[in-house]
T-cell receptor, first 117, second 112 residues
Framework: DTGVSQDPRHKITKRGQNVTFRCDPI?????LYWYRQTLGQGPEFLTY????????KSRLLSDRFSAERPKGSFSTLEIQRTEQGDSAMYLC???????????????FGQGTRLTVV | KNEVEQSPQNLTAQEGEFITINCSYS?????LHWLQQHPGGGIVSLFM???GKKKHGRLIATINIQEKHSSLHITASHPRDSAVYIC??????????????FGKGTKLSVKP
């Protein structure tokens, strides 16, 4: 296993277009997280999944954003009708959370840098 | 107020100096992570701590759970240590872990 992978690494799109990003977590990891990071800021939580269930969504995740993890493995994050303010680095992380084990390490992907022009 | 505060925001050091980056948090946590991010974006996990101290090479991380504070130290700093260092906490409530909450990062620049 080569770790968490994200695709594409870079995406340039015109305002108003839809984009979709993919994250492949480490294979035995049941939790998958999406974060957004703008220039000069720390990552901000968007949403996370435990297996295929989406357990929490940030209010940053407007109705133009949707995330799925249909089979509890890879996840996709779609942004519809992109706006210039959506330009950011989108980071994915995964972890294996086991009942009763509280300290599980999260592993990060390289991110997808989105530029909306 | 952010749940995770880091200081300083920016730090410039001369090669060889001892560096300390601080992180304070306000929520109950199950673990604290120190992360490194180079230009280009990828994040690498340096440490995960829930108590005490960890050391890896020239890096040392400590955490004081009672004071809700952690520090990352770099001994004998080198220009290749230049990066953004991010503190993130895994918050803990109701017997389960939530998502990671990140600080804004400390941008470190080590001059030769």
């Amino acid at each position: 296993d080569t770790g968490v992978s994200q695709d594409p690494r870079h995406k340039i799109t015109k305002r108003g277009q839809n984009v979709t990003f993919r994250c492949d977590p480490i294979s035995e990891h049941n939790r998958l997280y999406w974060y957004r990071q703008t220039l000069g800021q720390g990552p901000e939580f968007l949403t996370y999944f435990q297996n295929e269930a989406q357990l929490e969504k940030s209010r940053l995740l407007s109705d133009r954003f949707s995330a799925e993890r249909p089979k509890g493995s890879f996840s996709t994050l779609e942004i519809q009708r992109t706006e210039q303010g959506d330009s950011a680095m989108y980071l994915c992380a995964s972890s294996r959370d086991t009942q009763g084990v509280m300290n599980t390490e999260a592993f990060f992907g390289q991110g997808t840098r989105l530029t909306v022009v | 107020k952010n749940e995770v505060e880091q200081s300083p925001q920016n730090l410039t050091a001369q090669e060889g100096e001892f560096i300390t980056i601080n992180c304070s948090y306000s929520v109950g946590i199950s673990a604290l992570h120190w992360l490194q991010q180079h230009p280009g974006g990828g994040i690498v996990s340096l440490f995960m701590l829930s108590s005490g101290k960890k050391k890896h090479g020239r890096l040392i991380a400590t955490i004081n759970i009672q004071e809700k504070h952690s520090s990352l130290h770099i001994t004998a700093s080198h220009p290749r240590d230049s990066a953004v260092y991010i503190c993130a906490v895994r918050w803990y409530y109701g017997g389960s872990q939530g998502n990671l909450i990140f600080g804004k990062g400390t941008k470190l620049s080590v001059k030769p």
